[in-house]
């Protein structure tokens, strides 16, 4: 059984950073591509980034090099840096990962963490 679990949320000021995780289970981790979404308020769910298997990674263009994805496959762990959050960075943060198969894709997502840009 596939679970993600992000933890990391909270609140924080203008400028502030965050780093926030995802704890991965029940596949092979090392193996899978992972990605950070977010849901701002009333918006549409949008691609943060995501980190290829071999560490490779990709960056929404509006993030302006302001975040970071990485991964420690030893400990089945992927992270977001968050630094220089904005107000407009608002909102629930995912974890997702995904299988592509030959006549569907899988895909499983965390529950969520809230960050919340506030003075």
């Known amino acids: 059984q596939v679970q993600l679990v992000e933890s990391g949320g909270g609140l924080v000021q203008p400028g502030g950073s965050l780093r926030l995780s995802c704890a991965a289970s029940?596949?092979?981790?090392?193996?899978?591509?992972m990605a950070w979404y977010r849901q701002g308020p009333d918006q549409e769910r949008e691609l943060v980034g995501n980190?290829?298997?071999?560490?490779?990674?990709k960056y929404g263009d509006s993030l302006q090099g302001r975040f970071t994805i990485s991964r420690d496959n030893a400990k089945n762990m992927v992270y977001l840096q968050l630094n220089n959050l904005k107000p407009e960075d608002t909102a629930v943060y995912y974890c997702?990962?995904?299988?592509?198969?030959?006549?569907?894709?899988?895909?499983?997502w965390g529950q969520g963490t809230q960050v919340t840009v506030a003075s």
């Open positions: 997702h990962t995904w299988l592509i198969r030959r006549r569907d894709t899988l895909k499983w």
């Open positions: 029940g596949f092979p981790f090392s193996a899978y591509a």
């Open positions: 980190i290829s298997s071999g560490g490779e990674t």
